[in-house]
């Protein structure tokens, strides 16, 4: 194949324009921003700013109620990135060996996915309602009193149920289209050598769509830390209470709701360089063990 | 609304309304008043535009007040501030603490000729939005107040009447309510019903420079006795089952009132429209119970719910069209309509009297009760607060009650935090504003 090449270094940097405008306005200008005010103490109105120093970000390593949120957001995001891979994972590989009717058992476990968060938040706030929440009923019946907004760990449970339900039709997706993808003469040739389904799924099924896991993991990483919002919200009804709360349902508690700009710039850095680390960590370590194919 | 619909609809009123519309000022009014009581704040509006012909204001929802205040800020900041705000009460002390974000409105009122007397105002309602020296800065609107709801049926089935004190409810009331079949207490707002109210009917001091009206580098009085000894009392009515909590959201505590399950109610006296539209049985309400242990004097509460701001940087021209707006806000005819159709408080002396005289209070007598708690005898603590960053407060009490009722803290170590981290808040307050 020729190598598609430009005469002249000002076309590429042409094309390449509207898209890096795009990212300088929506992104790289408002991190600088939220960097800048991190370190001032600010009226909402933007009256007066006063330099504060690293103020803002020592008296988030103090703050009980930070902490709290840190420890909840790990739990959050791994139990939420751990059962939507595990539940979509198994849907697709049973789904996947289904020949009748496959259409309609795909398209049953997809349809989910165009739900919004808020929606998807709704829904749970109808299920797990303390009087009138079927689910809070059916836990009923075996002697379980469910207390959605009440007992701290209902309401964490809650929030888990519905980010996973929410999530697990996009894993489903992307699996599903990983297993079609490899190719039927290993499959066929992995039948011949080994008759057991389970350990020909971890021997060559699980390997192969292990590009497709690692790019979910991060999506689902992504997903659990910043998507959820909306679910949260709604099934707290917007009241942080003694509820568990994300990192970045507290950026929006304490910036939007509270107007405390500088702390909740602060938390939004903080939030930044988590993220940042993570990214490198997953990409330097986690993928130097996939093959791509 | 496509932008082309949105454009030729714009160019259709502007060719009918023609020459008329030039004369015409235009300005922008921005409130959290969703759903009924959206529809109550347009008709509001319409009936203001078509009392006078010089001015025409356009009502815009903006969400909850939270999300109202953040974009009228954000806008302000961009120099695209809309004329009026609504601003709710835990909200107040950022916008007056911004001094030249917005007109005061009793200034603004005098400058364009408009008689202004405080003293037309119920007494409840006069300070709350006021500054130290007793100017109003803020229109109180939507205004509202803590009262004891009670399910009429129950409480003649447990042979009780409504209790006026909270030694009533704990040795009469609660135990017959409970032999009878029902929770007998759940309330809405802790923040709100049992701490910034409860000040005010004990006439407690709530905070320092006089509940923090008089200057910026307030203290927060919370952790006083007499509310600790409340908060203790609710957690043993939990235990006993006197008393039920059904978390921070205000309609998740509603709900097994309407239902009929819980037999009384704490809420706001806004929302006696909304139950009466729903119960099936009997209902009526009365004023917030108070301690006779801590006082045989009880005062009046404060206004609760929400003002409209002046919002500064506009011709006179336009300040004019938001005065005469305000002037007609204040007129009994709107106030009566603006009563009777969402059940907030009349702000004003006369438009009470006329509700009362249309024989509103003798159709719905549990609509007069938060009027008559607001005129009770004031103290000197019960014009309201002002206190920056309040709605993390609120967020810091919430967390805390929390954890009283669900076991998770003492009285005595939830108090101290809320104390702590309020007066952490309140520095950082003092120091944003310069």
């Known amino acids: 194949m020729k190598r598609a090449a430009f005469g002249h270094i000002g076309f590429p940097i042409l094309l390449l324009l509207p898209q890096l405008v795009i990212i300088a306005i929506f992104f790289y200008w408002p991190a600088a921003y939220a960097v800048q005010s991190s370190f001032y103490a600010q009226d909402m109105f933007g009256f007066t700013s006063t330099f504060v120093g690293l103020e803002n970000y020592t008296r988030l390593a103090g703050a009980t109620n930070y902490v709290n949120a840190l420890n909840f957001t790990v739990i959050f995001t791994v139990l939420v990135t751990f059962f939507s891979l595990t539940i979509a994972l198994l849907l697709a590989v049973k789904a996947d060996k289904v020949i009748r009717g496959a259409k309609t058992y795909r398209t049953l476990l997809m349809w989910v996915y165009a739900i919004a968060p808020p929606v998807a938040g709704l829904i749970g706030v109808m299920l797990f309602d303390q009087s009138r929440g079927n689910l809070t009923q059916f836990l009923a019946s075996f002697g379980y009193e469910f207390r959605l907004g009440v007992n701290y760990w209902d309401t964490a449970s809650a929030m888990i149920a519905v980010s996973v339900w929410k999530q697990i039709p996009v894993n489903f997706i992307f699996f599903l289209s990983g297993l079609q993808a490899i190719p039927r003469s290993v499959r066929e040739a992995a039948l011949i050598d080994n008759r057991s389904g389970t350990s020909r799924f971890w021997d060559i099924t699980f390997p192969l769509l292990a590009p497709t896991g690692f790019f979910l993991l991060i999506i689902n990483i992504t997903y659990s830390l910043f998507d959820t919002f909306g679910i949260i919200d709604t099934l707290v009804k917007s009241e942080p209470g003694n509820n568990p709360l994300t990192l970045v349902y507290r950026v929006y508690v304490d910036g939007f709701r509270g107007g405390d700009l500088g702390g909740s710039s602060a938390q939004s850095v903080v939030l930044m360089i988590l993220v940042l680390i993570l990214t490198i960590v997953q990409f330097r370590f986690l993928e130097r063990r996939i093959h791509y194919t | ?359 509103h209070y003798d159709e719905f007598p549990a609509a007069e009760v938060g009027i008559q708690q607001l005129s009770l005898p004031a103290g000197d603590y019960t014009r309201g607060y002002r206190m920056g960053f309040y709605v993390q407060i609120r967020d810091v009490m919430n967390r805390e009650y929390s954890r009283i009722l669900t076991g998770e803290a003492t009285v005595e170590e939830a108090f101290e935090i809320i104390e702590t981290e309020a007066n952490e808040l309140l520095e950082r307050f003092a120091q944003t504003q310069g």
Do not use: C
Not at chain 2, 75 to 96: K, L, W, Y
Not at chain 2, 108 to 127: C, H, K, P, T, W
Not at chain 2, 164 to 191: K, R
Not at chain 2, 253 to 282: C, T, Y
């Open chain 2, 1 to 359: 609304m496509t932008l082309k619909t949105t454009l030729s609809l714009g160019l259709a009123a502007g060719l009918m309304t023609g020459a008329a519309a030039q004369a015409q000022t235009e300005i922008e009014f921005w409130h959290a008043m969703g759903g009924q009581l959206g529809e109550t704040v347009n008709q509001l509006v319409a009936d203001f535009n078509a009392s006078q012909g010089d001015y025409v204001l356009t009502p815009v929802f903006k969400g909850t007040y939270e999300e109202t205040l953040t974009s009228a800020i954000a806008a302000f900041r961009a120099g695209e501030q809309p004329n009026i705000v609504q601003v709710f009460d835990a909200g107040a002390a950022t916008v007056i603490g911004a001094q030249g974000a917005t007109i005061p409105v009793q200034q603004l009122l005098s400058e364009n000729g408009v008689e202004f007397d405080i003293e037309d105002y119920i007494a409840g309602v006069r300070y709350f939005y006021a500054d130290s020296d007793g100017q109003m800065i803020g229109m109180p609107f939507n205004s509202s107040t803590p009262i004891l709801y009670y399910n009429a049926d129950a409480l003649e089935a447990a042979g009780v009447e409504a209790p006026t004190t909270w030694e009533e409810f704990a040795e009469t009331t609660g135990p017959a309510l409970v032999e009878a079949g029902y929770i007998p207490l759940a309330q809405s707002h802790l923040p709100w019903i049992f701490t910034e109210n409860f000040f005010s009917r004990h006439n407690l001091q709530f905070a320092s420079n006089n509940n923090g009206y008089d200057g910026i580098d307030t203290e927060i009085m919370v952790n006083h006795p007499a509310i600790r000894a409340h908060f203790q009392a609710l957690a043993d009515w939990q235990e006993e089952g006197l008393f039920s909590w059904y978390g921070t959201g205000w309609g998740d505590n509603q709900n097994p009132f309407e239902a009929g399950e819980v037999a009384m109610w704490l809420g706001s006296s806004g929302s006696f429209g909304g139950i009466a539209d729903r119960v099936e049985f009997n209902f009526s309400a009365t004023m917030l119970p108070y301690w006779e242990a801590v006082t045989t004097e009880p005062t009046q509460t404060f206004i609760g719910g929400a003002a409209l701001f002046a919002m500064s940087g506009f011709d006179a021209e336009e300040n004019a069209a938001t005065a005469a707006f305000f002037d007609y806000l204040d007129s009994v005819d709107a106030q009566v309509m603006w009563h009777t159709e969402t059940g907030y408080v009349p702000i004003t002396t006369a438009a009470y009297a006329a509700a009362g005289e249309q024989g």
